[in-house]
């Protein structure tokens, strides 16, 4: 855990804290993993019922935009 008044002062005490937990792993010899660097292709399938699959093609009609495009829209506002 890391903490600061500032953003410089909690990232050195991130940092500070990241060589602590690293010095501590490396003195009980326990196994550091590896990095993560997950890919995205920006596909995914959805499966829902049809009578929301219908209200959404519908919005996205009176929109004018593509049932992608509406979908996507609505994901990004949250």
């Given at each position: 855990?890391?903490?600061?008044?500032?953003?410089?002062e909690?990232?050195?005490?991130?940092?500070?804290?990241k060589?602590?937990?690293?010095?501590?792993?490396l003195?009980?010899?326990?196994?550091?993993p590896?990095?993560?660097n997950?890919?995205?292709?920006?596909?995914l399938l959805?499966?829902?019922?049809?009578?929301?699959?219908?209200?959404?093609?519908?919005?996205?009609?009176?929109?004018?935009?593509?049932?992608?495009?509406?979908?996507v829209?609505?994901?990004?506002?949250?």
């Amino acid at each position: 855990m890391a903490y600061g008044d500032s953003l410089d002062e909690a990232v050195t005490e991130l940092n500070e804290t990241k060589k602590a937990w690293f010095s501590s792993c490396l003195r009980r010899n326990i196994r550091i993993p590896e990095p993560v660097n997950k890919k995205y292709s920006g596909k995914l399938l959805v499966r829902m019922p049809k009578s929301l699959h219908a209200h959404l093609a519908e919005e996205a009609d009176e929109e004018n935009v593509s049932l992608n495009s509406f979908i996507v829209s609505k994901l990004a506002q949250g």
